[in-house]
């Protein structure tokens, strides 16, 4: 099965003809990934790694029963591109693009929920399916079809636990990068009960990190599951009120913290671990403590 | 994220119709002003009543003397930015009222309490009432009227706090704002309210629609000099210890959390963004301005590229090398993973520099040579992993 896409989805990419747009299209199609087709206005009847690109996402989504987009479109651009987007019927946007205008994120996130969307981002390093499909900013070659699932903030964590996991030869089902913006279409409550509804999916892991409370609403959503979670929260040393590059990593009030987070994910009787090196080892130990 | 100080952000509040007392920045105060003043030091830090940055003074001479007293000297830890003198208000209760963005339900809030003019985080939590607000919906009447009950406020003084509340919602909104904060909102004996303070934070990302709209750099020197390359660093610790270079606010966060646990002591971070588009020569630069601003014992490179070419970054380093002496191979472990992986060791032939796959033990080794100093000025043998990969 896998969650949220896979190789049924019909997918488009809004700024394909830019730079970043191209150099996905290009992967996504060496890489399998069911890509249909991409928007650039002014640029219908063009094609980019040999798919047609349309001139907005109402007639791609005519011409090619697209379902899923991933938009690279500049920050200013970003809200009108998803609106037009989730206006069209497309049930799935990952927003790749950063430095989005937090009122417009706030607008984008509304507007997804209202439609029943699953919105991604902004800032979103993208969803994947190992096998299936690819909307993320992840190199196929460094992953493998496999039984964990991972819901993430941040891309670059994520590179790391899935080269760990492979290391101890475990694959994901899929990876799911949230944004690394404090407001974002989604939240791990939204996407760990898929996970758990996932016949294809054993374990999942939570990467999370300080700021926000989005890591206590995933503890109210566990606590419903089946399957074990691994949390890891990053950032236990993060001087406060820095930012590490990235708005949702700053500190704020009180138990926000990550040792605040990490304490209450132990509390829960979950395998919680302070650093990306402990994470495999704490899968391992989560699987074999479930099948026991 | 934009902090105002409170005079700038008065002037956002005037220019939402929000009342703001008379007043002006003491180099430069109006004629018209005088009589009963206050006399407020303007600091990015809050809590400045309690710290002595706001005093009354009755006249003009006076206050200007306080406003000289109060700009000589810092505010606790707070640089006095400026000093900002206006009408004493003659207050009948204080309130409080707030438009912000809740970031983890994602939508507008607002809040408002008729215990204003503490921290909001003294305040009694059933005093403050809480609204939120669906964009796709905006401000509705029973939102604000819900708030305004909420307060126990009836009659004019009520009608006064509804036009405010939209006021400062429709502030946060068309301002791109992630907060409007008026604490005391003063409610003056002839039941009118006037905004006695000014917190505002604005959104930086939103500048393209706000023309002059500029963040204001502000960090260490080494913080300030590190965004002029487009670059996020952020100084941790004293010289001698280990300075650490990654790609990505994540990976940046988990080798800060790794050399920590490991014993090792950070001197600084830096998160290359997207500086590698920049070429070789910004990653060069980058490594320059870390050892001449932060001085640490080691440089640490942790770089894991699932696109981009990790050749930039070979080049870097090896222009690095040569424009830098201090630079010796024994002060820089490398981890370098992903994309061109064979081509960027191949551009690191013969420099002698020590490059291991894995995160953990490049922070191992990191450590191991950042301490003590006589090993870390002395060549180290590397661990004996497979992965580890000896260039000279």
Redesign the interface.
């Known amino acids: 099965m896998s969650i949220i896409i896979d190789e049924h989805n019909r997918i488009l990419i809004q700024g394909i003809t830019g730079p970043t747009g191209r150099s996905y299209a290009q992967r996504m199609v060496a890489g399998g990934t069911p890509l249909v087709g991409g928007v650039a206005p002014g640029r219908q009847g063009e094609s980019v790694a040999g798919v047609p690109v349309f001139d907005n996402v109402e007639a791609a989504v005519a011409a090619t029963q697209a379902d899923a987009v991933l938009s690279v479109v500049r920050s200013s651009l970003a809200m009108d591109a998803a609106l037009e987007a989730l206006t069209a019927g497309v049930r799935t946007i990952v927003v790749y693009t950063e430095n989005v205008p937090l009122h417009d994120a706030i607008r984008m996130r509304a507007y997804a929920r209202a439609r029943g969307a699953c919105l991604l981002g902004p800032n979103s390093a993208g969803v994947v399916s190992p096998g299936k499909a690819s909307l993320a900013d992840l190199n196929d070659a460094n992953l493998r079809p496999g039984r964990i699932g991972i819901v993430s903030k941040s891309g670059t964590l994520t590179y790391e636990v899935i080269d760990d996991l492979q290391a101890r030869g475990h694959g994901e089902s899929s990876v799911v990068c949230l944004g690394g913006d404090p407001v974002i279409g989604t939240t791990y409550a939204d996407v760990l009960p898929l996970f758990d509804a996932d016949a294809e999916t054993d374990l999942v892991v939570l990467i999370g990190e300080p700021g926000g409370r989005l890591e206590y609403d995933a503890i109210a959503a566990m606590r419903t599951m089946r399957k074990p979670v691994v949390a890891y929260i990053a950032a236990q040393n993060a001087p406060p009120e820095k930012r590490m590059g990235h708005a949702g990593a700053i500190y704020d009030r009180g138990d926000t913290t990550a040792a605040a987070k990490l304490a209450a994910f132990r509390a829960e009787g979950c395998e919680a671990v302070g650093r990306v090196t402990e994470v495999a080892a704490a899968v391992d130990r989560a699987l074999q403590h479930a099948i026991a | ?1 934009i902090k105002l100080l409170e005079h700038e952000g008065k002037k956002i509040l005037a220019a939402c119709g929000i009342a703001v007392p008379p007043g002006g920045l003491y180099r430069s105060l109006p004629d018209a002003l005088d009589g009963e003043l206050v006399v407020k030091a303007q600091v990015f830090a809050g809590g400045r009543g309690k710290a002595g940055g706001i005093r009354f003074a009755n006249g003009r001479e006076e206050a200007l003397r306080l406003a000289d007293e109060i700009i000589a000297a810092p505010l606790g830890d707070a640089q006095v930015e400026d000093v900002y003198i206006e009408r004493k208000l003659r207050i009948e209760r204080e309130y409080y009222l707030a438009a912000m ?1 809740d ?2 339900l ?3 809030v607002l809040l408002a309490s008729a215990n204003g003019g503490m921290e909001i ?1 003294g305040m009694p939590r059933d005093s403050l009432q809480r609204q939120c607000v ?3 919906l905006g401000l509705q009447s029973f939102m604000v009227q819900r708030l305004v009950r909420g307060v126990g406020l009836s009659g004019d003084p009520a009608n006064g706090f509804a036009r405010l509340i939209e006021q400062a919602y429709a502030g946060l ?1 068309s301002h ?1 704002a ?1 907060l409007i904060e008026i604490n005391p909102l003063a409610l003056t004996a002839d039941g009118s309210f006037i905004a006695a303070d000014a917190k505002i934070v604005l ?1 930086e ?2 500048a ?2 706000h023309p002059g709209r500029r963040a204001r750099p502000s960090g260490t020197t080494f913080e300030l000099l590190a965004r002029e390359l487009e670059v ?1 660093g ?1 100084e ?1 610790g004293g010289p001698g210890g280990i300075a650490a270079i ?9 080798t ?3 050399i ?2 490991l014993g090792g002591r ?1 001197s600084g ?1 830096v ?1 290359l ?1 997207g500086a590698t588009m920049h070429g070789p020569e910004r990653i060069a630069d980058v490594l320059e301005c870390v050892l001449h601003q932060l001085a640490p014992a080691v440089i640490v490179v942790n770089i ?1 590229f ?2 981009r070419s990790l050749e930039t970054i070979a080049e870097g380093i090896v222009r690095a090398l040569q424009r830098l002496p201090q630079l010796t191979p024994d002060r820089l472990v490398l981890r370098l ?3 061109k992986e064979p081509e960027a060791l191949a551009i690191l032939a013969g420099t002698g520099l020590t490059i291991i796959r894995e ?2 033990a490049a ?1 191992v080794e990191a450590v191991n040579r950042s301490r003590p100093m006589s090993d870390a000025l002395g060549r180290r043998t590397c661990p004996s992993s497979s992965t580890n990969t000896t260039v000279s």
Do not use: Y
Not at chain 2, 246 to 254: K, S, V, Y
């Open positions: 994220m963005v970031r983890d994602g939508m507008p985080e669906d964009p796709l909104i791109d992630e959104d990302d939103s393209f629609r996020i952020v941790v990654m790609n990505g606010a994540g990976l940046t966060m988990a800060l959390d790794e920590i646990a950070v971070v998160e963004h894991h699932q696109f993973r992903g994309e995160f953990g922070c």
